[in-house]
């Protein structure tokens, strides 16, 4: 079942079938026939989840919200800190799909605090007022206008908040500081990613830096399952003023 789940991951990555007039319209068409192999293949693909998670802040009786949650796999990485440091935690994401998957696996894992809602990174408000802690774990590519998602999280923290991310990306050619990529890097991994409209950017870092107070920051490569080469992945952890 792995190798058949790995080779139908596969072939969608090769020959993904995005359609729809939205990116929320793509999103559902691409994520509709995968959602179910999903967390199988990316569990390999998407380092530094669970050290993000585990980075998290405690907010006893606070509210988590991650943004483009999908199927809801990093809410296991909180053991049991789940429910003794944090009293809501919601999963944001615009895909029905995904949602059903995040769905089914509350109910099994018996997570009594966790919900999810559909609605997209730059609308969805905390019923509640503002979030202690907005998560973004390999969501922010995948986001049109991702600078507005982060602008929106911003809003919807209250101050002292954390925001959480964790993603692909590649550096600036020039970059201020930290990590420095080389050509082929900066070039290969933007075009062969946006094949499936997830779209790597030089920016993420600079922007988070700009908007929040940077906590932990951490830039790292990353294995490609069944290829021979590593992609550069950031964890930022920051609060808001």
Not at 2 to 28: K, N, V
Not at 110 to 139: H, I, K, M, Q
Not at 187 to 194: D, E, K, T
Request: charged share 25%; hydrophobic share 40%; aromatic share 10%.
């Amino acid at each position: 079942m792995g190798i058949r789940s790995d080779l139908r991951t596969i072939r969608h990555m090769a020959f993904p079938r995005l359609t729809g007039a939205t990116p929320f319209e793509r999103m559902e068409s691409y994520y509709r026939s995968t959602a179910g192999d999903y967390d199988a293949f990316r569990e390999r693909l998407l380092h530094g989840r669970r050290d993000l998670m585990g980075l998290l802040p405690a907010a006893p009786g606070g509210h988590l919200v991650e943004m483009g949650a999908g199927t809801g796999s990093n809410i296991a990485h909180l053991d049991e800190r789940r429910r003794k440091e944090f009293g809501t935690i919601t999963l944001v994401d615009v895909s029905t799909s995904m949602l059903e998957v995040a769905r089914r696996r509350v109910e099994r894992s018996g997570w009594d605090n966790v919900e999810t809602v559909l609605a997209s990174a730059t609308d969805y408000r905390p019923r509640d007022g503002l979030a202690d802690v907005v998560v973004f774990s390999y969501a922010l590519t995948m986001m049109p206008d991702w600078f507005a998602a982060v602008d929106h999280a911003r809003s919807v923290l209250r101050p002292g908040g954390t925001i959480a991310v964790c993603d692909f990306y590649v550096a600036r050619k020039h970059p201020a500081g930290g990590a420095r990529h080389a050509a082929w890097r900066r070039h290969l991994w933007p075009a062969w990613f946006s094949h499936n409209d997830v779209f790597l950017s030089p920016d993420h870092l600079p922007y988070l830096r700009a908007r929040f107070t940077a906590v932990h920051a951490r830039e790292s490569l990353s294995p490609v399952p069944y290829l021979p080469a590593r992609v550069p992945y950031y964890l930022f952890i920051g609060t808001r003023d």
